[in-house]
């Protein structure tokens, strides 16, 4: 059986979860609590495996609560259930840490359970402490701030803008760029395009969405279009010419 607590400040929804949870027959719940604070005395005496917990809480962030838990007991697992929106969801699917939105439905739920049973390893818990405090930076200042990216190996690293050279399509989604290696994201091209338009970033061509605060160079070419020239990168960037039009505008030209 896997011991099991749920931790929610919210009295219904710690009943509605712990009734969802009653259809797992590999599922015991050992404990529910409606005081987060009242978990951290107890985890060393309940061992739990598993914990759903909230993140918006009065007194203490649900994530405050993680990181404890994580000193205390390493190995749990730790799965957060609260309310936060469409690009909040999208951050934690690509994380070893799953995301529940409420109101919980049974077939989210599954889905959760099913991730838990096939993905359970020793090294797990070094993901989660590498990614609180950058999940933590990113309900504080929204969720557009950062870029969730996955290496080749499956690990998913949260990426700040400022740190991304440029985008180019695959597939369906792109490949992201930093100064020494790049990464994989399920996200479009033009997902990302609109998503970082705060950021600086500039689709300069169908295939190039650049980080304008990363050009070194913007070399002239024939029929009145550009090449860019980006830091620690040594392709050049083409810039289509509707687009080196829009250039010229960017800078006055």
């Known amino acids: 059986m896997i011991r099991t607590i749920i931790v929610d400040d919210e009295e219904l929804a710690v009943e509605q979860l712990f009734f969802l949870l009653k259809q797992y027959d590999q599922i015991d719940v050992v404990a529910q609590f409606t005081d987060p604070l009242d978990v951290l005395g ?8 598993l914990i759903f917990l909230d993140i918006k809480m009065p007194g203490i962030s649900g994530l405050d609560i993680a990181d404890e838990i994580m000193q205390i007991s390493p190995k749990t697992y730790i799965v957060f259930v609260t309310a936060f929106d469409e690009y909040a969801l999208k951050a934690f699917d690509y994380n070893a840490i799953d995301y529940i939105i409420k109101p919980v439905t049974k077939r989210r ?3 959760t ?6 993905n359970r390893s020793d090294t797990r818990e070094h993901h989660l402490l590498d990614s609180i405090p950058k999940i933590r930076q990113a309900i504080d200042y929204g969720f557009h701030n950062i870029i969730a990216a996955e290496e080749d190996c499956g690990r998913i690293l949260l990426l700040n803008p400022a740190d991304v050279l440029m985008f180019t399509p695959r597939g369906h989604g792109a490949v992201v760029y930093t100064s020494n290696k790049k990464y994989s ?30 050009i070194e160079k913007i070399i002239p070419m024939f029929n009145n279009t550009y090449v860019l020239k980006m830091t620690n990168f040594s392709t050049e960037i083409p810039v289509s010419r509707n687009k ?9 030209l």
């Open 42 to 49: 107890k985890v060393e005496m309940l061992k739990p495996e």
């Open 109 to 111: 739920l599954n889905n």
């Open 113 to 118: 359970m099913e991730k838990y049973f096939n």
């Open 185 to 214: 994201t399920k996200q479009s091209m033009n997902y990302w395009e609109n998503r970082l338009a705060a950021f600086n970033f500039f689709r300069c061509h169908k295939s190039y969405l650049v980080n304008f605060n990363h």
């Open 244 to 252: 080196a039009k829009e250039l010229n505008r960017m800078l006055g």
